[in-house]
């Protein structure tokens, strides 16, 4: 009984019992053939795109910000390093680096506008969200005279970044897997960690408390444009092209990873696992519908209505594990602080 | 010094000005119809460019007013985008498909909006899950429900609709060949919502909500009440697009409207919005939906690149943002001063 | 009577299982193409799932993947056809519309031994190049051409192409050939670039046509690369008081295309024939797949056909009788 309450008292409660809700409701309304539907690529490859920038701002979320520039971030990253090395032939290195260094770039000016004003980041990403496009769009026309351009990567960047492992998985997922691991640890086992939910939570406090938050909430800004930008260049490499427009999907998307894995907006709480099951969530309901009998047009309609019982789940998990042990909260909550 | 003089011999000082939250808005509509004028030359100043960036203007105007009243009030509407497509199918489905009188048809489809909305505003105030994630789940079940009841009733994506003579000319007709009706609906809702907003108690109650939700209630306002009208209100401008778009162009297209999403955001925040409440006006708003809409349309007659568009709004985007987060410490400063 | 259809039944049940039996293998035929929610790919799915019924009969069946948008169209649709690998497919039909993209994707569905048709988009040159067994659809090239040599010939010599998704290859080629259609007719053209936001907002493309029409007041001829873009340009013509001096052809039809061309108000559309698309290259590879018959003859164009005031009534008939 204590070890069901201590379960649903963990932020990832929701993400796991959504997860498990829609595979139950393809298998029985969908006739979905489950083993075809855990050996394909398809859902996983879109997953780890996805999730790769999910945590990143499922992480931002945590600490009461949002970065919907992400959007831009993918195309500029895949556009950065195909004209950089596909356009002017330098080496890959540059066309990498130039990317993720754009990354950085807009990651800072994110995070030092959302830190030195009073206007909430959804505001201010939405400014270089649109600023992005337009760069990326007019850049790509100005110097390459096209609006996509082709990309030979040599073999060794193929293999780190843009392979497909037995012909069909995107290395992207082993990044994906590294992540979600090497941020799960930093942020369940480190003092950043404590530090993040400790900003979501109050950020007043947390000042007061030495917390340096300012520096905390650019480095997270800095952490998801670069992540947007890495999935760009990975896209680029792997389909030896980049294209200008697209990602922008991404905004609503990633933001929906996240909340069906348990992040309240409101900030403060929130699993680094829970954002990854509620990426393969996300993902099994957007390309997993091929595989069930259900219309594709449909999709869209399930997710929404996944969101919103997901979100409502973790208000009343949060409610009931509030209610069951206040003692315990910061142990779901807060990673043993 | 001699401003600091100035600024307090005349009633109507720079300070003042400056404190107003249209002002950074003013500026930069002034700014970019100068831009624009000089590269557009006299197309651009004549009938023919006021009339095209008016036409655009006007729809984004008529979803980006109840989109800026919910910012006031601290909250996002993220749905229009879905909701946009949503009614135009409606009134094409019934009255084109089903061929019933035009005016069930527009019924029918504002309906759908303020189902939308109540949803919308229901499950806000009911829950405690922030708007912008509500209205994001609505968006995906709308979209989703319009596609698939779409091709399940029409068999089709686009559905098509001749309007009778009088409802083209009072929802889609192009006066003098070029101005769109859209843009006297828009005069319209600017006026009701500024009355609505500056001279109603109304606007009070929606100014305390985005100021303080908990002091608001205290203070025996209908918060509730409120919040879901305004989303009504939101949804419902939203299916009056939609409805305008359908008569124009006398098709419905499933996957339209996603645009309307940020632009109206856009348009508010470049009009002296922000997401914090409490603060704005209708006025700052049109001035921002009229910014927007003049560097969407100035780009085609200025011979620059279409994209570098996006950028210049961008650019305004967070130039608006900057100068009211300057403009709002300047305000606080010259009062403490004063007191 | 009752007897008679009785055994009709009978009959038609042990012939379809007899077909199911000797079979040696049903064809789960896969077919990558546009969103479902897409005009003109609904009509192409409608003829592919037609076509599907005689697979289905014969124990097979045709799926449909489509991409949710057009974002990020050569990725997503490499993807899509990735899936159909996954899932078992027999045979796959698709297009080639950003071979940098999705040319590795189609590598590997031929390498998997499994029988492809490239449609819509590609050409032949596409099909060649990938090993696949023929190519079913129209030449956008061409296509565009038709536009610019029926506008060009009929008197109409400065033409501009409104692309409103740049960097997609076969929206380049309509253009491409527009242009030259023109040119060959003694005319000029040029190309008018929205940004890729505007694609499907029927305001957004109307005002940038109005603008552009007033900024170049020289231009007479117009070609636009979908039905709603079309109809949008002509309301932008319309709007910049141009209606009648501006002259419109379109890729593909649509009820309200027809009325345009009835009105008057549009000259041509030019009709790739979307259903034929679905139709056919389901149908060779069923055939192929259950019997090991094919189709000589490479290349199989569905298009252009050209649409105009001559000819309206008789595919207005044909729209009525759910041919087109």
Known sequence: MSALGSAIRRPEAAAVISLIGIIAFYAIFGGVDLGKLFGAASWVNFAANLGIVAIPVGLLMISGQLDISIGAMIPAGSMTVAILSGYYELPIVVGMLGALGLGVLVGLVNGILTVRTTVPSLIITLGTLVAMQGVVLAGAKLLTGAASVPLAAPEWAKFLFGRLIGNSHQVAIVWWLLFAAVLGFVVHRTKYGNWLFAMGGDRESARNAGIPVDRMTIGLFVLSATSAAFVGMCGAILFNSAQVSGGMNYIFNSVVCVVVGGVLLTGGYGSVIGIFIGTLTFAIVNQGIYFTDIDRNWANLIIGVTLLIAVAMNGTFREFALSLGPRKIKKGGQANV | ?339 | MNKFSRIAATVSTVAIAACVATSVMAADIFVIGGKPDDPFWSRVKKGAEDAGVVAEAQGGSVTWLGPQNYDNLGPDAAELIRQAIDQGADAIVGPDWVPEAMDPAFEAVVAAGIPLVIYNAGGIEAADRLGAMNYVGAVDYKSGYAGGEYLGSAGHKNGACVNTLPGAANIEAFCNGFNDGIKAAGGTGSVLQLPATAFGDATAVAQAVRAHLLQNPDIDAMFAIGDGDTNATVSGISQAGKAGKVHVCGMNFNDSILNNIQQGTQDCAIDQQGYQQGFFAVSILNNFVNYGVTIPTREILTGPGVIDASNVDLVIEGVKAGAR
Request: glycine share 12%.
């Open chain 2, 1 to 339: 010094m001699s401003r600091q003089s100035d600024s307090r011999s005349f009633p109507v000082s720079l300070g003042s000005i400056a404190r107003r939250p249209e002002a950074g808005s003013l500026v930069g509509l002034v700014i970019v119809y100068t831009f624009f004028a000089i590269l557009g030359g006299a197309v651009f100043i004549g009938a023919p460019g006021w009339s095209s960036w008016l036409n655009i203007a006007a729809e984004v105007g008529i979803v980006a007013l109840p989109v800026g009243l919910l910012m006031i009030a601290g909250e996002l509407d993220i749905s229009v985008g879905s909701v946009i497509p949503a009614s135009s199918m409606t009134a094409a489905i019934v009255s084109g498909h089903y061929e019933l009188p035009a005016v069930v048809g527009i019924v029918a489809a504002l309906g759908v909006g303020l189902l939308v909305g109540f949803v919308n505003g229901y499950l806000v105030v009911r829950t405690r899950i922030p708007s912008l994630i509500v209205t994001i789940g609505t968006m995906f079940a709308v979209m989703g429900l319009t596609l698939g009841f779409a091709v399940l009733i029409s068999g089709s994506t686009s559905v098509f609709l001749v309007p009778d003579p009088v409802t083209k000319t009072v929802l889609g007709a192009f006066i003098g060949g070029m101005f769109n009706v859209s843009m006297f609906w828009w005069a319209g809702f600017a006026v009701a919502i500024f009355y609505l907003l500056h001279v109603s108690p109304i606007g009070n109650w929606i100014f305390a909500v985005g100021g303080d939700r908990e002091s608001a209630h205290n203070a025996g306002i209908p918060v509730k009440w409120l919040t879901v009208s305004l989303y009504m209100l939101s949804g419902f401008a939203a299916a009056f697009v939609g409805v305008l778009q359908l008569m124009t162009y006398q098709s419905a297209q499933v996957a339209a409207g996603q645009s309307f999403i940020f632009n109206s955001i856009m348009c508010v925040v470049i009009g002296g919005v922000l997401l914090t409440g409490g603060a704005g006006s209708v006025i700052g708003i049109v001035i921002g939906t009229m910014t927007f809409a003049i560097v969407n349309q100035g780009i085609f007659f200025s011979g620059l690149d279409p994209n570098v568009g996006s950028l210049i709004i961008g650019a305004l985007l967070l130039g608006a943002v900057l100068s009211n987060d300057t403009f709002r410490k300047l305000a606080l400063n010259y009062a403490t001063k004063k007191s």
